[in-house]
């Protein structure tokens, strides 16, 4: 477990140190602003027009903004995900730094989750800025909160999964660009699979979308938890970090 | 301390390692010398068990590299042949984080981090960036990860190359102020590296083992004879009787052997083999010419460490 912190904290410090997070930080803080913006100007649309046709109905924050700014960031998500994690072990096997840890009494596994859980926590700071968005709902209206964290926590779980398929691409290769446009494929196939379902109600088809993320991701914006869900993103999660373990120790066999 | 036994390391096409046993003692810098893509840093992989061997074994302080790699990586400092450092880093912080990697912590840790700074004289820039540093300072960064949990055994792969005279002088130095309380293997191509740290000296060539002596045998085997060749004719084109001029060559002090080697155009050539330290070159000289005859050549043909080295590893002179 300590090994896992050192691991982890090396990696937040080079997040932090170079422009990667704050580059991220400002793409993701205007296009999410960009979609709480507009959100919440359609709901007040909605809002005052339904107050000039009389017929007023209550009209749930939650529903009308705060699930469609979830629903989006979860999209952006996708493209900051392979930014994140492109680095993590492409760059240390470029640079010869692999060998360090690789020799250092520190177990495969160590590695892997320092890092990945570094990536994880960096993703963390990036979706902790829609909090200032939405902070503002509260200031004028009372939005419900629980939905809201299951929301986050459903963010974190897709994040977490999609960071695990990004550590274990990264660790297959030398270069940053390939880990990077390899994961970012991934992460947007797995988004476009649910588009199949739109076609068919075969088996396969079911099966197919059932592999989406963003499917998985659905329930956690409406603030529902779902067992199936956690259950799919935590496999997830442990299928790539196993991969990511099998694949070092390839390397070392291969090499 | 090290005790390789029969090391084979294959890859898809070809044997980087084969069949290599050697052992080092406590507290003995060994050299590891070979040409280029001979193996040593397969080897000094598998000995930091960054790589498994395909077969044979390997034992580092007590540990075998296979079935205690924890244990055997505790006990080793390992500088590749680039130091692994992270560019946006600083040098205390990165030292700082090689310690606790290796399990140091506490005062110890910034105590440890503190001594080998100063041993490897980067205390100086102990707060700049690694990325800023030239490459003398990078390596002499990268030793000092390497010695930071005062590891049992070092394993340096090629330490000076890369730096300039006066970089080279001091980190031979270094290297040899550690060799006390550790056990040193280093690689290298340049021999008089290994002349000036080593005592025992490895020589490897296509994966294989060519030689394992210590450094004074190794160079007493290749200066200790001293070889002259002679070539004498007759005066003004007369026959001369070979075994004539073997005898007087051979009455020489110094002298242990005399062979008759060619024979062209009435010149005679022998290889005149004798103790070193004995100026025999003149005394030879002397001798044919005061028995009447012609001295056309005199040449020492006197194994230089470079001349064995290429003989042993089977590589052609340029």
Redesign the interface.
Known sequence: MK?VL?IAR?EL??YF??PIAYGLMLFFSLLAGFFFCSATMMFVQRGMESQMMGRSFPMSVNEWVVRPVLSNVSVIGLFLIPMITMRLFAEEKR?????????????DMEIILGKWFAALVMYACILALTLLNISILFAYGKPDLKPMLVGFLGLLLQGGALLAVGTFISNTTRSQIVAGVATFAICLMLWVLDWVSAFGTSTWAKVISYCSVLNHFEPFSKGLIDTKDVIFYLSMIFLGLFLTARSMESI???? | MIKVEGLTKR??RNVAVDDISFEVEKGQIVGFLGPNGAGKTTTMRVL?????PTSGTANVAGFDVMEQP?EV??R?G?L??????????EVREFLT??G????LTGDELTKRVQIVSEQCSVAEVGSKLIAKLSKGYRQRVGLA?AIVHNPDVLVLDEPTSGLDPEQIIHTRDLIQSLSGNHTIILSTHILQEVEAMCQQVIIIAQGKLVANDSVTNLTSRLRGAETVSVEVEGRDGSPLDTAAVEEKLKLVTGVNKVVLKHTRDGRHAFEVESVQGNNVRAELARAVVSAGWNLTELRALGLSLEDIFLQLTGAEKQ
């Open positions: 090994n050192i090396k410090n080079s140190v170079s640079t010869g730094t692999y060998e360090l840890l690789a020799t250092s009494p520190i177990r070392r066999w291969r090499a | 890859y898809a930091t068990t960054f790589l498994p924890m990586k505790k080793i390992y590749p042949e680039t130091p692994p450092l992270y560019p946006e880093m984080f090689a606790r990697l290796k399990g990860q």
